[in-house]
């Protein structure tokens, strides 16, 4: 019995406590920002709340403290792209008209700060997502990669398309790839950017021819040039092996071709008296050319 006297008498206090005026506190006051949506967009989350001492009723100060039935105070803004910041000083007066019955006492937050952008469309190149596994070993592009269309429209925030640097770039979806490439491919954007931009185009269609580079080799007799009588080859090979790459829609011309492996002393290394293996001719078709010896070490005979 006492202790419901007790809380009956705790009761009372409280709420004829809550019933007078002249109490001040600090709140987070609920904001949201107004602006033409179709044409803006924010690229970082707005705030929500900013921070107001006000003075009032007991009642009406605990509802705005638990944000009971909150009414958020709306900001207006024509061009928000324009600045990135508010200062609270700026929207005092329409503030403490919309916390009625309470008294706006200050605004302890001094600035708003936001990031909402101009909303834009923009032409935007696309490029195709290459690497050194992109294509099989020893295969080339036999010309250019055909992208139909060249370019797509992007709509968002300026600075999200900023980020993209002109350059949309598509991921083939395959890695060593050794035969001829005709594929519709979708466009999808990164993650990072699928909450901000949109694409208008739906897919982009993708064509390529490839070549292979077929691994060779030749044995080749050793031709020397511009040797004086008293130079010589240390341990002369008969022959050099020749490896190298080919063009497989070259191959046949390699039999109109007689190679030799050359080394010429007037080309020699004369710190430490070294001859690099050459070959003649070079036709452009072969590449990776390598030999084996690739060097050879002269020799003098005194006079």
Not at 76 to 82: A, R, Y
Not at 238 to 260: P, Q
Not at 277 to 301: A, W
Request: with cysteine; charged share 30%; net charge negative.
């Amino acid at each position: 019995m006492a202790l419901l006297c007790f809380l009956a008498a705790a009761t009372f206090w409280v709420l004829n406590a809550l019933n007078k005026d002249n109490y001040t506190t600090v709140v987070d006051f609920p904001i949201e920002f107004s602006y033409d949506e179709e044409e803006f967009m924010p690229v970082t989350t707005l705030p929500e709340r900013i921070k107001v001492e006000i003075n009032g009723n007991g009642w009406d100060l605990l509802r705005k403290y638990f944000k009971i039935n909150e009414t958020p105070f709306r900001i207006e803004m024509e061009n928000p792209s324009s600045r990135q910041f508010l200062l609270t000083s700026e929207i005092r007066r329409a503030l403490a008209e919309s916390i009625t019955p309470s008294n706006l006492v200050s605004i302890v937050t001094d600035t708003v700060k936001f990031d909402i952008d101009r909303i834009v469309a923009r032409k935007i190149k696309v490029e195709i997502d290459t690497n050194a596994q992109t294509l099989a070993k020893n295969y080339r592009l036999a010309g250019n990669i055909t992208v139909e269309p060249a370019s797509i429209t992007i709509k968002g925030p300026t600075s999200k398309l900023e980020q993209l640097e002109g350059v949309y770039k598509i991921d083939l979806g395959e890695n060593k790839i050794n035969k001829s490439f005709n594929k519709i491919l979708p466009l999808e954007l990164p993650k990072e950017f699928e909450d901000f931009l949109s694409i208008e185009e739906e897919s982009v269609h993708i064509r390529f021819d490839v070549y292979q580079m077929l691994e060779g080799n030749k044995r080749l007799k050793l031709t020397k040039l511009n040797f004086p009588r008293n130079a010589s080859i240390v341990d002369e090979p008969s022959t050099i092996i020749m490896t190298y790459l080919i063009d497989e829609r070259k191959a046949d011309e390699l039999k109109n071709y007689e190679f030799e492996a050359v080394v010429n002393y007037n080309r020699r290394d004369r710190e430490d008296s070294t001859l690099m293996v050459d070959v003649n001719p070079k036709p452009g078709f072969l590449e990776n050319i390598q030999f084996n010896p690739q060097i050879l070490k002269l020799r003098y005979e005194n006079k």
